[in-house]
């Protein structure tokens, strides 16, 4: 008994130290960023109390960059993204998996290129095709790249979902006389909700943190996501201690916020989905 | 037994069928083919032009791929970056991994308190924007700040410290670090799934059979993971082969000092777009690529027909 | 309501053939089951009349209206699933009118038809549940309640049962049979439960590898079973065979006898000539231990199962088989004895060496 205790100890000690690793670096820059420069200097490891609070970082960020277009930005990137990732995909995984007709394992196989090869390699050709349509510093142009990054992940979560689904439903549709379509969406799709946590979290995030195509596909700020927005924020304020711990405490600040919120849901859907 | 088409399908009407699967299958085939494969394959394409002063292409073969192993201007950076990128990888295999896979092992004891929590957090960095990760280490280990410095004057160890960001003999595996840092909660949350996939009567059984927990992970629950670990040993290689994020914001385009860092993410930015005096090359960028994206595909052909073959899976 | 006829119907898979020379012929309002080991098709043909999978070969009437190439839904027929098939993200209401939706059914004939449905199933106060707040019972009177709702002309059910635990199942076929009554509907009825089968059929089809291998009420199959797998199907202990050769024909009889038969008497026939092979069929409850009729044999007790009512003892018979007799009352044998066996000639059955029954004259 006594041995076991000891080794219950030993694995939480451990456990406490890595997770100390793990957040310290953050803590250590939310917390400064709300400090005066004085103190983030003086005392970095002491939290923000009376006299060394300021806001004065937040300010400067507010003021020198579009902080709220960038947001908005990203916003609209992400959300529009994966709306898109999660229909087509639904439609493509269950065409694939309940009609199989000549072709179809190809036509899998041919989208499952997606999962293992990154789009970031056509950069060149997206780019000249970007420009040639005239969809170049657009957020179409990221949001078409974006769900073509996206599809073969989700096709391929979600075709496993859906072969998990009893087969008598959709036969029980037919009976009923529901038209294919009508069983895709209002049989089958209302039944891919907790598959949807897991796709949502393989698309959401590599799409908000991207930084390479707004680098290479948006120029102005009226079309820069936040993570460029922020990069090239730190990069003109590079000494401007204040700003900077205020500019990354806002983009950590929300996803944080986003992934407390909804860690429950999303660690099962990463831990379900990495069964296969 | 294949399963048979529906009555229903097969009954259905040749221009009906079709219709139904333009519907469901086109939007998802068109955008992906569109701007993801197609991309590729032009970028592929791409690599055998070249481009005059007047911006007008004429074909070349193999001729950038030649310059760009041969020619000393583009050799020696491409091999830098190269060699610099299996270093990064190797750090990610030595370390990430290992330490993903013996977190994940301390999470999965039964009956521990708290694995919830602890898993929220471990994984936090993961969830975060490489460029943030990189900015927040950049500043938490700069001299100017101290406080790295001053955490390791506490336990002792404040001669250990040293600007290794800036220093051309540690850039490369310092970031390598971090991004070990950020991403370790990849390999410990796939793991992690697979050891929940362990029925709990074996583990009951070995425990019967007088094992204890260390090695019931060692001998019973890593041999069933293996799987999950080549999975995430090609997930790493194909991750790190394409990184760009962390050292662009870092390190900038240039990848300091003196290129020390630079791996074939950020020489492909660089030979692609240009950067101070050196002019954008989008041919020698399409061959970087392409050479990039022949790398990839080793890698995943080699997982695919070699790794994944020789492991077994266990159907429980 | 309507009939429903099958005409030579087959259905193969490749080179697999799974159905072959089906014929079938169903009155209308009779209740049909279709029994027979797993694998022998009989959930493939329910599929078949219900239009979710295509014959290969012949055709499928309902009334007078011919169905192949007809969608489900427009052969008026509605089909109960082995799993139930309840929409999950549906309340009990919306699972029971969604297919209606589609058929063109009124809203007020929808509610007027759900709540006659309800009511017969004691639905009421479950309509506005979700699924997954049911028990398996209450989920499959719900499955049943929307096959009500479409007013098919032919019912199809799959293995309704097979997902409810014991008790329930013996409810529930209950109230499958007390449905039948109250609705006079025409049901086709897949299981591969012989005592389901049994008590809820007028008549069952006994389906072995593809093939009907006899139509008949539940008793006549009991009775006369028509071939050696029907009689090793129908009856629970399986009935016992006796491989076994007529000896000589004597005074109009026969007499049969075999390694594992002390006698056995039956008036002689075409079919039973001088040296022909037949096979013996006894059922274990018509064994009766020391009492020999007109068939005897013998055989050493080597376990007794006892059940309360009765018991069962498994005999070591002199051809080192293994044979079944039921035991009634109170007094059991016990392992090592040594029993005569005897049976009525009304009680045996005989086939021949083709596996048919051989009729045998017992009056």
Same mark, same amino acid.
């Given at each position: 008994?006594?041995?076991?205790?000891?080794?219950?100890?030993?694995?939480?000690?451990?456990?406490?130290?890595?997770?100390?690793?793990?957040?310290?670096?953050?803590?250590?820059?939310?917390?400064?960023?709300?400090?005066?420069?004085?103190?983030?200097?003086?005392?970095?490891?002491?939290?923000?109390?009376?006299?060394?609070?300021?806001?004065?970082?937040?300010?400067?960020?507010?003021?020198?960059?579009?902080?709220?277009?960038?947001?908005?930005?990203?916003?609209?990137?992400?959300?529009?993204?994966?709306?898109?990732?999660?229909?087509?995909?639904?439609?493509?995984?269950?065409?694939?998996?309940?009609?199989?007709?000549?072709?179809?394992?190809?036509?899998?196989?041919?989208?499952?290129?997606?999962?293992?090869?990154?789009?970031?390699?056509?950069?060149?050709?997206?780019?000249?095709?970007?420009?040639?349509?005239?969809?170049?510093?657009?957020?179409?142009?990221?949001?078409?790249?974006?769900?073509?990054?996206?599809?073969?992940?989700?096709?391929?979560?979600?075709?496993?979902?859906?072969?998990?689904?009893?087969?008598?439903?959709?036969?029980?549709?037919?009976?009923?006389?529901?038209?294919?379509?009508?069983?895709?969406?209002? /049989?089958? &799709?209302? @039944?891919?909700?907790?598959?949807?946590?897991? %796709? #949502? =979290?393989?698309? *959401?995030?590599?799409?908000?943190?991207?930084?390479?195509?707004?680098?290479?596909?948006?120029?102005?700020?009226?079309?820069?996501?936040?993570?460029?927005?922020?990069?090239?924020?730190?990069?003109?304020?590079?000494?401007?201690?204040?700003? /900077?711990? &205020?500019? @990354?405490?806002?983009?950590?600040?929300?996803? %944080? #916020? =986003?992934?407390? *919120?909804?860690?429950?849901?999303?660690?099962?859907?990463?831990?379900?989905?990495?069964?296969? | 037994?294949?399963?048979?088409?529906?009555?229903?399908?097969?009954?259905?009407?040749?221009?009906?069928?079709?219709?139904?699967?333009?519907?469901?299958?086109?939007?998802?085939?068109?955008?992906?083919?569109?701007?993801?494969?197609?991309?590729?394959?032009?970028?592929?394409?791409?690599?055998?032009?070249?481009?005059?002063?007047?911006?007008?292409?004429?074909?070349?073969?193999?001729?950038?791929?030649?310059?760009?192993?041969?020619?000393?201007?583009?050799?020696?950076?491409?091999?830098?970056?190269?060699?610099?990128?299996?270093?990064?990888?190797?750090?990610?295999?030595?370390?990430?991994?290992?330490?993903?896979?013996?977190?994940?092992?301390?999470?999965?004891?039964?009956?521990?308190?708290?694995?919830?929590?602890?898993?929220?957090?471990?994984?936090?960095?993961?969830?975060?924007?490489?460029?943030?990760?990189?900015?927040?280490?950049?500043?938490?280990?700069?001299?100017?700040?101290?406080?790295?410095?001053?955490?390791?004057?506490?336990?002792?160890?404040?001669?250990?410290?040293?600007?290794?960001?800036?220093?051309?003999?540690?850039?490369?595996?310092?970031?390598?670090?971090?991004?070990?840092?950020?991403?370790?909660?990849?390999?410990?949350?796939?793991?992690?799934?697979?050891?929940?996939?362990?029925?709990?009567?074996?583990?009951?059984?070995?425990?019967?059979?007088?094992?204890?927990?260390?090695?019931?992970?060692?001998?019973?629950?890593?041999?069933?993971?293996?799987?999950?670990?080549?999975?995430?040993?090609?997930?790493?290689?194909?991750?790190?082969?394409?990184?760009?994020?962390?050292?662009?914001?870092?390190?900038?385009?240039?990848?300091?000092?003196?290129?020390?860092?630079?791996?074939?993410?950020?020489?492909?930015?660089?030979?692609?777009?240009?950067?101070?005096?050196?002019?954008?090359?989008?041919?020698?960028?399409?061959?970087?690529?392409?050479?990039?994206?022949?790398?990839?595909?080793?890698?995943?052909?080699?997982?695919?027909?070699?790794?994944?073959?020789?492991?077994?899976?266990?159907?429980? | 309501?309507?009939?429903?006829?099958?005409?030579?119907?087959?259905?193969?898979?490749?080179?697999?053939?799974?159905?072959?020379?089906?014929?079938?012929?169903?009155?209308?309002?009779?209740?049909?089951?279709?029994?027979?080991?797993?694998?022998?098709?009989?959930?493939?043909?329910?599929?078949?009349?219900?239009?979710?999978?295509?014959?290969?070969?012949?055709?499928?009437?309902?009334?007078?209206?011919?169905?192949?190439?007809?969608?489900?839904?427009?052969?008026?027929?509605?089909?109960?699933?082995?799993?139930?098939?309840?929409?999950?993200?549906?309340?009990?209401?919306?699972?029971?009118?969604?297919?209606?939706?589609?058929?063109?059914?009124?809203?007020?004939?929808?509610?007027?038809?759900?709540?006659?449905?309800?009511?017969?199933?004691?639905?009421?106060?479950?309509?506005?549940?979700?699924?997954?707040?049911?028990?398996?019972?209450?989920?499959?009177?719900?499955?049943?309640?929307?096959?009500?709702?479409?007013?098919?002309?032919?019912?199809?059910?799959?293995?309704?049962?097979?997902?409810?635990?014991?008790?329930?199942?013996?409810?529930?076929?209950?109230?499958?049979?007390?449905?039948?009554?109250?609705?006079?509907?025409?049901?086709?009825?897949?299981?591969?439960?012989?005592?389901?089968?049994?008590?809820?059929?007028?008549?069952?089809?006994?389906?072995?590898?593809?093939?009907?291998?006899?139509?008949?009420?539940?008793?006549?199959?009991?009775?006369?079973?028509?071939?050696?797998?029907?009689?090793?199907?129908?009856?629970?202990?399986?009935?016992?065979?006796?491989?076994?050769?007529?000896?000589?024909?004597?005074?109009?009889?026969?007499?049969?006898?075999?390694?594992?038969?002390?006698?056995?008497?039956?008036?002689?026939?075409?079919?039973?000539?001088?040296?022909?092979?037949?096979?013996?069929?006894?059922?274990?409850?018509?064994?009766?231990?020391?009492?020999?009729?007109?068939?005897?044999?013998?055989?050493?007790?080597?376990?007794?199962?006892?059940?309360?009512?009765?018991?069962?003892?498994?005999?070591?018979?002199?051809?080192?088989?293994?044979?079944?007799?039921?035991?009634?009352?109170?007094?059991?044998?016990?392992?090592?004895?040594?029993?005569?066996?005897?049976?009525?000639?009304?009680?045996?059955?005989?086939?021949?060496?083709?596996?048919?029954?051989?009729?045998?004259?017992?009056?």
């Amino acid at each position: 008994m006594l041995k076991q205790r000891a080794q219950s100890v030993g694995v939480h000690v451990i456990l406490i130290a890595y997770s100390l690793l793990a957040v310290g670096p953050i803590l250590l820059v939310v917390m400064n960023s709300f400090k005066a420069r004085r103190a983030i200097f003086g005392a970095p490891l002491a939290p923000p109390n009376p006299t060394s609070f300021s806001l004065v970082g937040y300010a400067k960020v507010f003021n020198a960059s579009h902080v709220g277009t960038y947001f908005t930005n990203s916003l609209i990137v992400t959300l529009v993204s994966m709306g898109l990732v999660l229909l087509f995909g639904a439609m493509a995984a269950w065409a694939l998996t309940e009609y199989r007709f000549r072709g179809s394992t190809a036509l899998a196989l041919f989208l499952s290129i997606g999962i293992m090869v990154p789009i970031r390699l056509g950069s060149v050709a997206i780019l000249r095709m970007m420009r040639e349509a005239g969809l170049n510093d657009t957020l179409t142009a990221l949001i078409l790249v974006y769900v073509a990054q996206g599809l073969p992940l989700a096709i391929f979560i979600l075709s496993e979902f859906i072969q998990q689904i009893p087969k008598d439903l959709r036969d029980a549709a037919r009976c009923d006389g529901v038209p294919e379509t009508r069983i895709f969406f209002e /049989v089958i &799709a209302p @039944l891919l909700r907790p598959a949807i946590a897991t %796709v #949502a =979290i393989f698309t *959401i995030v590599p799409i908000w943190n991207d930084l390479w195509f707004p680098l290479i596909l948006t120029s102005s700020d009226t079309t820069h996501t936040i993570t460029l927005g922020v990069q090239q924020f730190l990069g003109e304020y590079i000494t401007d201690w204040n700003s /900077v711990l &205020a500019a @990354l405490s806002m983009a950590i600040l929300p996803i %944080v #916020a =986003i992934y407390v *919120i909804f860690s429950r849901q999303l660690i099962a859907g990463l831990t379900a989905g990495a069964v296969k | 037994m294949a399963e048979q088409l529906s009555q229903v399908v097969a009954s259905m009407p040749r221009g009906r069928f079709l219709a139904l699967m333009a519907l469901f299958l086109g939007p998802a085939v068109a955008i992906y083919t569109l701007f993801s494969i197609y991309p590729l394959i032009a970028t592929i394409s791409l690599s055998t032009y070249t481009t005059d002063n007047a911006g007008a292409y004429s074909f070349v073969g193999l001729a950038n791929f030649v310059t760009l192993l041969t020619d000393a201007v583009w050799s020696k950076p491409f091999w830098n970056a190269a060699l610099n990128n299996l270093i990064f990888f190797a750090v990610h295999m030595a370390v990430q991994n290992p330490i993903g896979i013996a977190l994940a092992g301390l999470l999965s004891l039964s009956g521990l308190k708290l694995k919830g929590l602890y898993r929220t957090i471990i994984f936090l960095p993961t969830m975060l924007s490489v460029v943030i990760v990189g900015f927040s280490w950049n500043l938490i280990l700069s001299p100017l700040w101290g406080v790295s410095e001053g955490a390791l004057k506490t336990v002792g160890l404040g001669s250990w410290f040293a600007p290794w960001l800036g220093l051309s003999s540690t850039a490369l595996v310092t970031l390598a670090l971090i991004s070990v840092w950020q991403f370790v909660g990849i390999p410990m949350m796939l793991i992690y799934a697979a050891l929940l996939n362990i029925p709990e009567e074996l583990i009951d059984a070995a425990r019967v059979d007088g094992l204890g927990d260390f090695r019931i992970f060692w001998y019973i629950k890593l041999p069933l993971v293996l799987p999950t670990i080549g999975l995430i040993s090609i997930l790493t290689f194909v991750g790190n082969f394409n990184a760009f994020d962390l050292i662009y914001s870092v390190k900038g385009a240039l990848a300091g000092p003196n290129f020390s860092a630079d791996i074939l993410g950020t020489f492909f930015y660089r030979t692609f777009f240009g950067f101070q005096l050196q002019l954008g090359n989008p041919t020698m960028g399409a061959a970087v690529a392409t050479v990039m994206f022949f790398i990839i595909l080793v890698g995943v052909c080699l997982y695919l027909f070699v790794v994944q073959r020789r492991l077994r899976r266990y159907a429980f | 309501m309507a009939t429903l006829s099958i005409k030579n119907l087959a259905k193969h898979y490749g080179e697999t053939r799974v159905l072959s020379g089906i014929e079938l012929a169903v009155e209308d309002g009779e209740f049909v089951v279709l029994v027979g080991p797993s694998g022998c098709g009989k959930s493939t043909l329910l599929r078949m009349i219900a239009g979710l999978d295509a014959p290969t070969l012949g055709d499928i009437s309902i009334g007078d209206r011919m169905v192949n190439g007809l969608a489900p839904a427009e052969r008026k027929i509605a089909m109960v699933f082995q799993s139930y098939a309840l929409y999950p993200h549906m309340n009990v209401r919306k699972n029971m009118t969604f297919g209606l939706k589609f058929t063109g059914v009124e809203r007020q004939e929808m509610d007027r038809r759900v709540a006659e449905a309800a009511r017969m199933l004691q639905l009421e106060p479950l309509l506005e549940r979700q699924p997954r707040d049911l028990s398996g019972g209450q989920r499959q009177r719900v499955a049943i309640g929307r096959a009500i709702v479409r007013e098919p002309d032919v019912f199809l059910f799959d293995e309704p049962l097979s997902n409810l635990d014991a008790a329930l199942r013996v409810s529930t076929r209950v109230e499958i049979a007390r449905l039948h009554r109250l609705l006079r509907a025409t049901m086709i009825y897949v299981t591969h439960d012989q005592i389901e089968a049994m008590t809820l059929a007028d008549r069952i089809v006994v389906m072995n590898q593809g093939r009907i291998e006899q139509v008949g009420k539940p008793l006549d199959l009991y009775y006369t079973p028509a071939n050696l797998f029907v009689a090793g199907f129908i009856g629970s202990p399986a009935m016992n065979f006796f491989k076994s050769k007529v000896e000589r024909i004597a005074d109009g009889r026969a007499h049969i006898a075999g390694p594992a038969v002390e006698t056995f008497v039956a008036p002689a026939s075409a079919a039973l000539g001088q040296g022909a092979s037949v096979t013996i069929g006894v059922r274990p409850e018509h064994l009766d231990i020391g009492a020999p009729g007109a068939f005897a044999a013998k055989g050493t007790v080597e376990l007794v199962e006892r059940l309360g009512e009765s018991s069962f003892a498994y005999i070591r018979r002199a051809d080192e088989q293994m044979m079944v007799a039921e035991v009634r009352g109170r007094q059991t044998p016990s392992a090592g004895d040594t029993l005569s066996l005897g049976a009525d000639l009304a009680d045996v059955h005989l086939f021949d060496e083709a596996g048919r029954r051989i009729e045998v004259a017992t009056a």
